[in-house]
Nanobody, 117 residues
Framework: QVHLVESGGGLVQAGGSLTLSCAAS????????MGWYRQAPGKQREYVAE???????NYGDSVKGRFTISRDNAKNTMYLQMTNLKVEDTAVYYC???????????WGQGTQVTVSS
């Protein structure tokens, strides 16, 4: 199993920046990719970004050009650098890991990001 713990959420004004972290432990070797998702109140969970074990990145349309996903393999940690934050970025952000055995079945507990106007 893969265990994921997010951190770094908080309250920020619109236009500001915030960096989220996701620390992975457990069967790290089984991870093929890691990603960020978010869920705002009353809305479905939304894809934000992902990064493969080879370093390839993909982003959801709503965050392209503003968010940057990265990973530090030595620290088993993934990051999401968020800039030019908008009120509509307010959500609980979750990290997830893709493994052959479980697909995108490993999830963290989430971290709240609130952007004020």
């Amino acid at each position: 199993q893969v265990h994921l713990v997010e951190s770094g959420g908080g309250l920020v004004q619109a236009g500001g920046s915030l960096t989220l972290s996701c620390a992975a432990s457990g069967r790290i070797f089984s991870i093929n990719a890691m990603g960020w998702y978010r869920q705002a109140p009353g809305k479905q969970r939304e894809y934000v970004a992902e990064i493969t074990s080879g370093g390839t990145t993909n982003y959801g349309d709503s965050v392209k050009g503003r968010f940057t996903i990265s990973r530090d393999n030595a620290k088993n940690t993934m990051y999401l650098q968020m800039t030019n934050l908008k009120v509509e970025d307010t959500a609980v952000y979750y990290c997830s890991a893709l493994t052959v055995a479980a697909g995108w079945g490993s999830w963290g507990q989430g971290t709240q990001v609130t952007v004020s106007s």
